[in-house]
C-alpha cells in the first residue's frame, strides 16, 4: 500500500537550525516525493527583519519547493514579514500558529496566540487585506487546553487559508507526552478547510495507518521523523549509499557558504545530528557529537555512513 496519491500532500515541517536551504536541495534531490517544504520562522528582532532567515528563503538558493513560514507577534509585524515574503517571488506565506518554545508562546507568538480568539481575528482580516498571497496555518490544539481551537476556527473563513496543519498535543506538552486525537477529530468534523495531520509520525505505515484512520485528512506533515529518516516517504532509497550523498551535499554547501570557522560549521552540522540516523553506531553519533574538528567529524561520518 503507497501513502501518497495526487490530492493527498506531503509536507516538511521545519526544524530550527537544521531544515535550512542546504538540507532541504539536499532532501529534494536524494529523496524526492516531498509536496513542499516549510522554511524555519522568518522573524522581526530588534525592528528588523532577521537577515539569516531572508538569506534562507532566497530564490537563488533554493532548489526545493518552499513556503516561508512567518511568526510575529502582532498583526502589523505579520503583515510586514508576509509582504517581504512576497516581495521576494512567493505566492504563499505560512503562519506559525504552533510553535511551544516557551519564550516565544508566552509573548503571544506561536500556538501563545491561540489563548486569544481576538487576536486571531485580528491578524486574519489584516492579512487579508495584502493582495496576491495566499495563506496556510500550523498550529496546536492550544497553548494550555487543548479545546482553545474550538474559539478559534470559527475566524479562519476570515482568512479562507490553503490548508491547515493541525499537531494535536496543547504548547505546554512541547514535543511529547498524549496526542489529544479525540479533539482533532472532532476538529476534523467542524470545518471544511484541507487538513493535515501533523505528530510522531515516524514512518510511512504511520502515514497510512493515519489515512485509514481519518479518511477525511488531505496529508501529513512530517518533522523530527523525517530528519531522523530522510527516506520516510520513499522507504525503497533508504539505502547507505543514499544517505551519504545527502549528507555529503548538505556538508559541501555549508562548508563552502558558512561564515564564521570551523566551529561555526562544525555546531551548525551536529544539529542535524541530534536527530539524524538515530539508529546506527551509538559510540560513532557520540563522537560526532563532541568532535572538535572537521577531521575528527568526518572519522566519526565514515563510521556511520561508510566512504
Request: charged fraction near 25%; proline fraction near 6%.
Amino acid at each position: 500500500m503507497t501513502a501518497m496519491t495526487e490530492d493527498f500532500v506531503t509536507f516538511a515541517a521545519p526544524l530550527q537550525g537544521v531544515t535550512g536551504y542546504p538540507w532541504r536541495n539536499a532532501h529534494a534531490e536524494v529523496f524526492p516525493g516531498i509536496t513542499a517544504y516549510l522554511t524555519p520562522f522568518l522573524r522581526i528582532e530588534h525592528g528588523e527583519i532577521r537577515k539569516k532567515g531572508l538569506k534562507d528563503i532566497s530564490t537563488e538558493r533554493n532548489t526545493a519547493n518552499i513556503i516561508p513560514q512567518v511568526l510575529a507577534g502582532t498583526p502589523d509585524e505579520t503583515a510586514r514579514l508576509a509582504e517581504k515574503v512576497r516581495e521576494l517571488g512567493y505566492q504563499e506565506v505560512n503562519l506559525n500558529l504552533g510553535c511551544p518554545h516557551p519564550p516565544v508562546a508566552r509573548h503571544h507568538r506561536g500556538c501563545g496566540l491561540l489563548q486569544s480568539p481576538d487576536e486571531i481575528k485580528a491578524l486574519f482580516e489584516r492579512l487579508r487585506e495584502i493582495e496576491g498571497l495566499k495563506f496556510s496555518v500550523k498550529m496546536r490544539l492550544g497553548y494550555a487546553d487543548e479545546t482553545e481551537w474550538r474559539q478559534v476556527l470559527p475566524y479562519f473563513s476570515i482568512l479562507s487559508p490553503t490548508s491547515v496543519t493541525v499537531h494535536p498535543r496543547i504548547g505546554r506538552q512541547l514535543y511529547s507526552g498524549e496526542l489529544h486525537l479525540a479533539e482533532f477529530e472532532r476538529l476534523l468534523g467542524e470545518t471544511d478547510l484541507r487538513v493535515l495531520y501533523n505528530g510522531d509520525i515516524q514512518s510511512l505505515d504511520d502515514v497510512n495507518r493515519l489515512r485509514e484512520k481519518y479518511p477525511r485528512i488531505s496529508g501529513v506533515m512530517a518533522g523530527r521523523g523525517l530528519v531522523a529518516n530522510p527516506a520516510l516517504f520513499c522507504p525503497t532509497l533508504a539505502t547507505r549509499e543514499n544517505m551519504r550523498r545527502f549528507h555529503t551535499i548538505i556538508y559541501d554547501e555549508i562548508v563552502s557558504t558558512m561564515e564564521g570557522g570551523e566551529h561555526q560549521i562544525l555546531s551548525h552540522l551536529k544539529e542535524m545530528w541530534l536527530y539524524f540516523m538515530p539508529g546506527a553506531d551509538k559510540k560513532a553519533l557520540k563522537t560526532i557529537k563532541k568532535c572538535t574538528s572537521l577531521q575528527k567529524y568526518n572519522d566519526a561520518v565514515n563510521t556511520v555512513l561508510g566512504r
